[in-house]
């Protein structure tokens, strides 16, 4: 590898860093190790994580690896944002653009768009879905658990949640909310209640039919995808 950097120097490669320059002795046994095997890399804040994984990635594009076959993904798009550019710093800007480098939620909505509406019968989404936001999907379940409570065996807790007030009715509705991330996740054989398994279905119903997808859809069906 280093053979075929240094006789490709009088290219591009030539006006940007060595990707290996200023590096400590585990940052650098990280950027050199071989990228078919997986790689952790356990340190603390400010520590050069972030530079490590960018030099990396700069080294394997020296290397000769397309940056179209680099995928980086990351938990916001300021990070996403400053990866790109370090790499771009390395190698060039034009080089780290056709990597892909995003959050982990615009990647799986990239590739749900490009596959899911294929595979509707299954998972019950079509061409053109859409993202459910925050406030959207409290105010789906909040109608999911009104179906609940009008129903003999929510009597009970609608007259605790009415002594109670709203705030006692948001603060169930967002632990409902959390409930049902968990469950999607969940062995088929868990444990669940009336209510949440009620609730789940009813939201997940309602969902289908407005063909919107919440956040941690994006995540679980592109990986099932």
């Not at 095997?37 to 990635?57: D, E, H, N, Q, Y």
């Not at 605790?160 to 705030?167: I, V």
Request: proline content about 3%; glycine content about 6%.
């Amino acid at each position: 590898c280093v053979g075929k950097m240094m006789g490709r120097e009088s290219g591009s490669a030539a006006s940007h860093p060595d990707p290996l320059l200023g590096l400590n002795e585990d940052q650098r046994a990280a950027v050199l190790s071989e990228p078919d095997v997986p790689l952790m890399i356990f340190a603390g804040a400010g520590s050069g994580k972030t530079r490590t994984l960018c030099r990396r990635i700069a080294y394997a594009l020296r290397c000769g690896e397309r940056p179209s076959s680099i995928l980086c993904l990351t938990f916001s798009r300021n990070a996403a944002d400053e990866l790109r550019h370090r790499v771009g710093e390395i190698c060039s800007d034009a080089t780290a653009r056709q990597c892909t480098v995003a959050t982990f939620h615009s990647f799986c909505l990239r590739v749900l768009r490009r596959h899911l509406p294929r595979h509707q019968q299954r998972y019950g989404y079509s061409e053109g879905f859409t993202i459910c936001a925050r406030d959207e999907q409290q105010e789906i379940l909040n109608g999911c658990l009104d179906l609940w409570l009008a129903g003999p065996a929510g009597a009970r807790e609608k007259e605790e949640l009415k002594q109670r007030g709203e705030q006692a009715r948001a603060v169930t509705v967002r632990s409902l909310a959390k409930a049902i991330e968990q469950l999607k996740t969940a062995a088929a054989n868990s444990a669940v209640d009336d209510r949440l398994t009620f609730v789940a279905n009813h939201y997940r119903a309602c969902m289908q039919r407005s063909n919107m997808l919440d956040f941690s859809d994006l995540l679980l069906l592109a990986i099932r995808l």
